[in-house]
């Protein structure tokens, strides 16, 4: 049995990681996108956000706290050649705790009952809310590692 508290705490520290990055960098490094790569800092982000909404709250039959829109701007597969619209990077700053708060408030209020399993990239079958909790750690913190980097060859620019 997972200790889901837990996890949220790994994930709280994951995005109040990724906001001090997010206030301490400029606009041109959050969006610039590092050569050799097709994604930039601000999608990575908003990708985590979206990615962890997917997969603990659609795939339970409920509502996201995320806008279509945002979803449609970050799911996998996208890129910022695709956007319609820059994404407000205080949108996606304020959603980075935001979406902590209401998980938490949602786990402790037992809203998840129903789950819809799936597959994740890497092999793994996704059974039920504990599990994607699980493995929305796991992806942002891949997520991050790549951010890292992103911010890395930034700064040698």
Not at 5 to 17: G, K, Q, V
Not at 47 to 63: A, K, V
Not at 72 to 100: M, Y
Not at 124 to 135: E, G, R, T
Request: proline residues 4%; negative net charge; hydrophobic residues 35%.
């Amino acid at each position: 049995m997972i200790n889901e508290r837990f996890e949220c705490e790994i994930l709280r520290a994951s995005r109040t990681r990724l906001l001090q990055l997010m206030e301490t960098s400029n606009y041109e490094t959050l969006f610039k996108i590092p050569e050799g790569f097709n994604n930039n800092i601000i999608w990575q982000i908003g990708h985590c956000i979206t990615s962890q909404q997917r997969h603990m709250y659609m795939r339970s039959g409920l509502p996201m706290y995320i806008s279509k829109e945002f979803m449609e701007s970050f799911k996998i597969g996208s890129s910022p050649g695709s956007w319609k619209i820059t994404p407000d990077v205080n949108e996606v700053k304020h959603l980075l705790i935001d979406t902590v708060n209401h998980l938490e408030s949602d786990l402790e209020s037992k809203l998840f009952v129903n789950y819809e399993p799936f597959e994740l990239p890497i092999g793994f079958q996704v059974k039920n809310h504990a599990q994607a909790l699980q493995a929305a750690n796991y992806h942002e913190a891949e997520h991050s590692g790549k951010i890292f980097t992103y911010l890395k060859l930034l700064l040698k620019e």
